[in-house]
């Protein structure tokens, strides 16, 4: 009798626990989540100092931690199937640069950096769509994810020379923008490709609060109106995730490198994106 009263108390107790946690994760995604208020504030600075979004905000900031990650090791066989079709190639160092060469096309690595180039095919859009373009690179992407991760959807960007397409790396569902892919595609098939990878080896230190987007657009406006320029500007794209803070690229030396959360904004006409650390809300130069 006694044995089913604890039991009965155990229960009741368990359900209250589970209440009170319940409540005190909803109020911290509330305290982590933009108000109503706060999307109509920045809408209005923002359109009122000359720049639109043609985009949703991101309104969820809870708190991140650092994420590490490590200079690759490359296989030669592995390289050789991934950008040479199985070609066998001649390896050559040059300092810091290690060139593998095929018949027609080179790549060469340096650290945690890429460059393949095929000089074999003409560079030149012509009638080669959007659509075609992005085909050929995820075809491309497909037969790297074992080796490389995997990446986000891709963005496609009109160029003199083609159209190019850009794959970040995700982890656990974080963009992690230091891991990228870009491919310059032609009528011909890929002309060249740019990479920058370090595996991902996981989160690292305690979480921290990160700056809201709001915030971080307050300072993207400020880096812009100091080219005194009359234009408007138009965001059209705002992403959070990792990134390396240094203005250097990861060196073939560096055994650990730690990424920080960053905000991204993207402009019409911009090639490059505005990049704003997400924990001190400085813009990082690149």
Known sequence: MEWGKAKRFVVILL???????????????QENTMTASQERAIFEVLSQNGITMYTDLLTEHAPMSRLKVEIPSYNKETLERLFFGSEKTTVTRKGTQTIYRGQDAVLTLEGAYGHWEKETIAMGKEDLTRGEAQRTAEKFMDG???????????MVIEEAEGLRVNFYGMYKRENVFSNYFSLLVTEGGIREITFNYCPVKGYSGEKQDISYSDEALLTFMREWKKKETKEEATIYRIELGYDQ???????????AISLEPCYRIYLMDEAEPYIINAYTCQIVNK
């Open 245 to 255: 803070m240094e203005n250097s690229t990861a060196a073939a030396g560096m055994a």
């Open 144 to 154: 790297t994810e074992h080796f490389f991760g995997t990446y986000g959807e891709p």
């Open 15 to 29: 359900v209250l626990l589970n209440i009170v946690l319940a409540g005190l994760n909803h109020q911290q995604k």
